[in-house]
T-cell receptor
Framework: KQEVTQIPAALSVPEGENLVLNCSFTDSAIYNLQWFRQDPGKGLTSLLLIQSSQREQTSGRLNASLDKSSGRSTLYIAASQPGDSATYLCAVKGNTDKLIFGTGTRLQVFP | GAGVSQTPSNKVTEKGKYVELRCDPISGHTALYWYRQSLGQGPEFLIYFQGTGAADDSGLPNDRFFAVRPEGSVSTLKIQRTERGDSAVYLC?????????????FGPGTRLTVL
C-alpha cells in the first residue's frame, strides 16, 4: 500500500529565505507526482506535476525534483515571500487514477 | 464555468440526517473524483468516475456513502445517517480522463459539520 510522508510538518521562516520541503513515498511504481498549495478554507491549487520519466520541473521561484528509485521528491522555494504562506501537499499517482496525498507541510513566511 | 464548483460551501447537519453534496466539473472533463480531508490531514480518495460509471469506489468508508453521476457531468455525493466522524471537507476534482498524464483540478470543497 502506497504511503506518502512529508517533512517537516510545519515551518516558519523569515521572508527571503530559500526553502526545501520534502516528500517521500514507499512504492516507487508511480506515474507522476504532483505538488499542491492549499490556502486556509480553500481547495487545492496545482503547482507542479512531474511525470515518472522526468527528474524535475520548474515554475517561477518553484523547483520540484523527483528521485523515483529512492522514493523522494523535494520542492524548492526560492526567495520566500509572505504570500507563500500556505499548506503544501504532495501527491503520487500509481497504476490507478487516484492520488495518494501526504499530510502536508504548513509554511509560514513572516515579514 | 472556468473551474470545478461545489455546493454548498458549508453544510451543518445533525447526527442521523441525510446530506447531498454537489460537484460541477470543468466542462469536457470525463473523469471526476471525490476526496475527503479531515482536519490536519491530506485528502483521502473516496471514489472515481469515468463518464457515468464508478471506475473505482474502493475509498468509500462504508455503505452509508454513495455517489452518482447520471449524465457524465454533475456528480452528487450522498451520505445517509450521518455521524460526527463524517465531519470533514469534501473535495471534488475533475480531469480530462487520459490516465497517467492527467492533472486533476480541484474545487473549493464543501465543509460538512455533523453535530
Amino acid at each position: 500500500k502506497q504511503e506518502v510522508t512529508q517533512i517537516p510538518a510545519a515551518l516558519s521562516v523569515p521572508e527571503g529565505e530559500n526553502l526545501v520541503l520534502n516528500c517521500s513515498f514507499t512504492d516507487s511504481a508511480i506515474y507522476n507526482l504532483q505538488w499542491f498549495r492549499q490556502d486556509p478554507g480553500k481547495g487545492l491549487t496545482s503547482l507542479l506535476l512531474i511525470q515518472s520519466s522526468q527528474r524535475e520541473q520548474t515554475s517561477g521561484r518553484l523547483n520540484a525534483s523527483l528521485d523515483k528509485s529512492s522514493g523522494r521528491s523535494t520542492l524548492y522555494i526560492a526567495a520566500s515571500q509572505p504570500g507563500d504562506s500556505a499548506t503544501y501537499l504532495c501527491a503520487v499517482k500509481g497504476n490507478t487514477d487516484k492520488l495518494i496525498f501526504g499530510t502536508g507541510t504548513r509554511l509560514q513566511v513572516f515579514p | 464555468g472556468a473551474g470545478v464548483s461545489q455546493t454548498p460551501s458549508n453544510k451543518v447537519t445533525e447526527k442521523g440526517k441525510y446530506v447531498e453534496l454537489r460537484c460541477d466539473p470543468i466542462s469536457g472533463h470525463t473523469a471526476l473524483y471525490w476526496y475527503r480531508q479531515s482536519l490536519g490531514q491530506g485528502p483521502e480518495f473516496l471514489i472515481y468516475f469515468q463518464g457515468t460509471g464508478a471506475a473505482d469506489d474502493s475509498g468509500l468508508p462504508n455503505d452509508r456513502f454513495f455517489a452518482v453521476r447520471p449524465e457524465g457531468s454533475v456528480s452528487t455525493l450522498k451520505i445517509q445517517r450521518t455521524e460526527r466522524g463524517d465531519s470533514a471537507v469534501y473535495l471534488c476534482a475533475s480531469s480530462l480522463g487520459r490516465g497517467g498524464t492527467d492533472t486533476q483540478y480541484f474545487g473549493p470543497g464543501t465543509r460538512l459539520t455533523v453535530l
